[in-house]
């Protein structure tokens, strides 16, 4: 009968033990929560998605030289981060009210190939035009360490809804937010590099106009840094009630 007795004695001690250690950890994710996490990270992926679309993509820019009277085609060019397109375009298919060839998503012989800094390092040349291949490099390097930073909140999301771990929000927001700051500022320097290229040579006349893979970039930058803040208002749950409360001492002060 002492072994039986001390099976079960043994048992019931590694059973408190582990009661105990239960209770030192911090409880799950309640449903309330975990459904407002999911839709904050749905607003994050929102705005991952538009990045990730907005830097694989060459419609950055468009370039459109004028129409020559008594041709039948005219050249434009589009180009992104990575990429640059040249087309001849039928004039025919270009509105008649319009000066300059294009649009650029207009059908067309197309040549397109990816910039040379990429690879040996020079400039490239865009109708008679010189890039600066620092500012286009800048640019690049820029949205690929935001989309870096978005994979990284995605995870701390991904092991927080997993784990149960309203920790891992903090980081998650300061990612996100961070991506969606870096995002603007990579817009910022593209558009100067697209200024030092159409001032770099004026012996072609051209004009451009900035398209929709920019307004994608846009959409991204400011859909990241809300789903950012959205992650630090889940993240400390008393915030918004604090903040309602100074409003309202603040407002009944100034009243007084």
């Known amino acids: 009968m002492m072994w ?3 099976f079960l004695q043994e048992q019931e001690r590694m059973a408190g033990l582990r009661g105990r250690a239960g209770s030192k950890r911090r409880p799950a994710l309640t449903d309330a929560q975990e459904g407002k996490i999911k839709l904050a990270f749905f607003v994050a992926i929102v705005g991952v998605t538009l990045s990730v679309l907005a830097v694989g993509t060459e419609f950055w820019v468009e370039l459109n030289t004028y129409k020559q009277n008594h041709s039948t085609m005219c050249e434009a060019a589009h180009f992104g981060l990575w990429k640059f397109c040249s087309k001849k375009l039928w004039v025919e298919d270009v509105e008649v009210e319009r000066a ?8 067309g012989e197309a040549n397109c190939s990816y910039f040379k800094f990429l690879s040996t390092g020079d400039n490239a040349r865009i109708f008679q035009r010189t890039t600066k291949k620092e500012l286009n490099i800048a640019a690049a390097v820029i949205s690929l360490l935001s989309i870096t930073l978005m994979v990284l909140g995605s995870l701390c999301i991904t092991m927080a809804l997993s784990k149960g771990v309203e920790s891992l929000l903090k980081p998650a927001s ?18 100067h590099s697209v200024r030092w290229l159409i001032d770099s040579d004026q012996s072609v006349p051209l004009e451009y ?17 809300f789903g950012g803040g959205c992650f630090i208002l889940l993240s400390l749950p008393g915030l918004p009630k604090k903040l309602w409360q100074c409003c ?3 407002t009944a002060t100034s009243s007084a």
């Open 100 to 107: 300059t060839c294009g649009p650029a998503e207009l059908p």
């Open 248 to 250: 309202i001492r603040s």
């Open 4 to 6: 039986p007795n001390f």
């Open 174 to 191: 300061c990612f996100f937010l961070i991506s969606g700051i870096m995002v603007l500022i990579s817009l910022e320097v593209f558009r």
């Open 209 to 225: 106009e900035y398209s929709w893979s920019v307004a994608c970039a846009v959409a991204a930058g400011a859909v990241l840094i």
